[in-house]
Antibody
Framework: QVQLVESGGGWVKPGGSLRLSCAASGFTFVNYYMSWIRQAPGKGLEWVSYISITSSSSSYIKYADSVKGRFTISRDNAKNSLFLQMNSLRAEDTAVYYC??????????????WGQGTLVTVSS | DIQMTQSPSSLSASVGDRVTITCRASQSIRSYLNWYQQKPGKAPKLLIYTASSLQSGVPSRFSGSGSGTDFTLTISSLQPDDFATYYCQQSYTTPWTFGQGTKVEFK
């Protein structure tokens, strides 16, 4: 069955960095878009970034304005893994970060499987 | 950015009730609208994609409709497992945006 397992969350001071990982199994990873979504404590969902099947072209990587220039999404198709490098972290980046699989249908994308999330806390 | 507005923000209902949640986009998103269910401490779960397609394994009491700017999620007969928060999300263009959520509570 499809499984997505995030890791790498934790506590970091403002200005610091963290690298999140998402290990995928149960499906052919190379055939799917992947995405990161976050949820601040007690708040709603916020899309962070997605990466297409191949990361060879920048046009297939998108970011929310709130993280552009600070976060970098990448994937290793050989290791069935998705990553999010987070630099220059701010208090407002505190959230549970979910990785999710993007499936294409009818011309659009939807997030059909989600990991359990990993908590990132940015505080001094 | 496309703004997604859900109404109501919360509702109280009883088992067996018909529940309707609406989602309005600030501009046309054609049918690129998805619905998710989230329970406390859990990851969101996909219910409906491209406005009206039922995700595999989701009970048929859930249905979606709409296109353009106005969309609806309907639960035909609310069950105890359905008390949760529901989010709409547009995938028409980036940045993908979510509605603020609708919390369905027990009356």
């Amino acid at each position: 069955q499809v499984q997505l397992v995030e890791s790498g969350g934790g506590w970091v001071k403002p200005g610091g960095s963290l690298r999140l990982s998402c290990a995928a199994s149960g499906f052919t990873f190379v055939n799917y878009y992947m995405s990161w979504i976050r949820q601040a404590p007690g708040k709603g969902l916020e899309w962070v970034s997605y990466i297409s099947i191949t990361s060879s072209s920048s046009s297939y990587i998108k970011y929310a304005d709130s993280v552009k220039g600070r976060f970098t999404i990448s994937r290793d198709n050989a290791k069935n893994s998705l990553f999010l490098q987070m630099n220059s972290l701010r208090a407002e980046d505190t959230a549970v970060y979910y990785c999710a699989r993007g499936r294409a249908a009818g011309g659009g994308l939807h997030l059909d499987y989600w990991g359990q999330g990993t908590l990132v806390t940015v505080s001094s | 950015d496309i703004q997604m507005t859900q109404s109501p923000s919360s509702l109280s209902a009883s088992v067996g009730d018909r529940v309707t949640i609406t989602c309005r986009a600030s501009q046309s998103i054609r049918s690129y609208l998805n619905w998710y269910q989230q329970k406390p401490g859990k990851a969101p779960k996909l219910l409906i994609y491209t406005a009206s397609s039922l995700q595999s394994g989701v009970p048929s009491r859930f249905s979606g409709s709409g296109s353009g700017t106005d969309f609806t999620l309907t639960i035909s007969s609310l069950q105890p497992d359905d008390f949760a928060t529901y989010y709409c999300q547009q995938s028409y263009t980036t940045p993908w945006t979510f509605g603020q959520g609708t919390k369905v509570e027990f009356k």
